[in-house]
C-alpha cells in the first residue's frame, strides 16, 4: 500500500432489525440493498456486505457476482440477537454459517455487529474469521477517529467510525457534507475511515439516502482516483494491516499507510 494513502473501510448491513414480520417491510429492505450494490458498484468501491445467513439465501449472490471485489460477511447482531452469547451457541451456528456459505461458493472472513467475548476469540480463527466490526456505538453526527485494534493473533477489530444515515433530525445535506469533510481529512492525515450503511435505514427514505450516499462515493471515488485514498473490504484491510512491518505499532499502523 502506498504511503501516501488512506484507507476507506465500507461495511453495509442489508438485515432488518425492526422486531415485525411485515413483508412489504422485508421487501422495501431489500430493494435499498439492492440498490446500494448498483451504486457502489457504478463508482467500483468494494464493501463489506453483511447477511445473517450467506449461505442460506440469495442476497449473497449478486454481491459475489461483482466484478468490483466486494465481500460478504456475517450480520452476528441479527445471527445471535445479544452480545453475551454462550460459546456452544457460538461456536455451533458460526461454524454451520461458515460451512454453508462454503458450500455455496461464498468465501466469509468477516463478523459484523457483535461484540466478541475475549474467550470466544479462538472459534474465530478456527473457522477462519479475520474481521471483526463490534456492536455500533450508535447513530452520531461526528466521525470518531478509532485505530484498528488486534484482539487475537490474526484477527482485528475495525471500529466504526460513522453510522449511515443519521439521526433523522440530522439534515440530509449537513451528513453529506459531514462524511465528506471526513473523507478528505482521512485523505489529508492518512487515518483509516470506517464507514457503516444501514439498508434499513436507507429504505425509510431511500430516494434521500441514495442521493446523499452517491455524493459521498463520487468524494471518495475522486480521493482514489488521486492516490490519496484506497477503498477496501474488511477482509483485505486486515491483509493490509498484516503485511506491514512487524516493528510498527499495531496502535499506530494505518497512520503511515
Excluded at 422485508?26 to 463508482?43: C, H, M, P, T, W
Excluded at 447477511?51 to 445471527?79: F, L, T, W, Y
Excluded at 457534507?177 to 473523507?183: A, E, F, G, H
Excluded at 486486515?238 to 516493528?247: D, F, G, L, N
Aim: aromatic content about 6%; overall charge positive; hydrophobic content about 40%.
Amino acid at each position: 500500500m502506498d504511503r501516501r494513502q488512506s484507507l476507506l473501510v465500507v461495511s453495509i448491513d442489508l438485515e432488518p432489525r425492526k422486531n415485525t414480520t411485515s413483508l412489504q417491510h422485508q421487501r422495501e429492505v431489500r430493494s435499498a440493498g439492492n440498490d446500494l450494490i448498483r451504486l457502489f458498484d457504478k463508482y467500483q468501491i468494494p464493501a463489506t456486505w453483511a447477511i445473517a445467513e450467506p449461505g442460506r439465501c440469495g442476497k449473497s449472490d449478486p454481491i459475489v457476482g461483482s466484478s468490483v471485489g466486494h465481500e460478504v460477511a456475517i450480520q452476528g447482531d441479527v445471527v445471535w440477537k445479544m452480545d453475551d452469547v454462550n460459546r456452544a451457541a457460538f461456536a455451533g451456528h458460526l461454524s454451520e454459517s461458515v460451512a454453508r456459505a462454503a458450500d455455496r461458493e461464498v468465501p466469509v472472513q468477516s463478523l459484523v455487529g457483535l461484540k466478541v467475548k475475549d474467550s470466544h476469540t479462538d472459534l474465530l480463527i478456527r473457522n477462519s474469521i479475520s474481521s471483526l466490526r463490534s456492536t455500533s456505538s450508535g447513530h452520531g453526527r461526528t466521525v470518531r477517529w478509532a485505530e484498528p485494534q488486534q484482539i487475537r493473533f490474526g484477527v482485528w477489530d475495525l471500529p466504526e467510525s460513522y453510522r449511515f444515515p443519521g439521526p433523522k433530525s440530522w439534515i440530509s445535506d449537513l451528513t453529506k457534507l459531514s462524511v465528506q469533510r471526513s473523507i478528505k481529512a482521512a485523505a489529508a492525515k492518512r487515518r483509516p475511515l470506517h464507514l457503516v450503511v444501514d439498508a434499513e435505514g436507507v429504505a425509510e427514505s431511500k430516494a434521500t439516502h441514495l442521493f446523499v450516499l452517491e455524493g459521498v462515493l463520487e468524494c471518495a471515488a475522486k480521493y482514489r482516483h488521486a492516490n490519496q485514498l484506497r477503498t477496501e473490504t474488511l477482509t483485505n484491510s486486515v491483509k493490509i494491516i498484516t503485511a506491514r512491518p512487524a516493528a510498527k505499532s499495531a496502535q499506530s499502523i494505518l497512520k503511515a499507510a
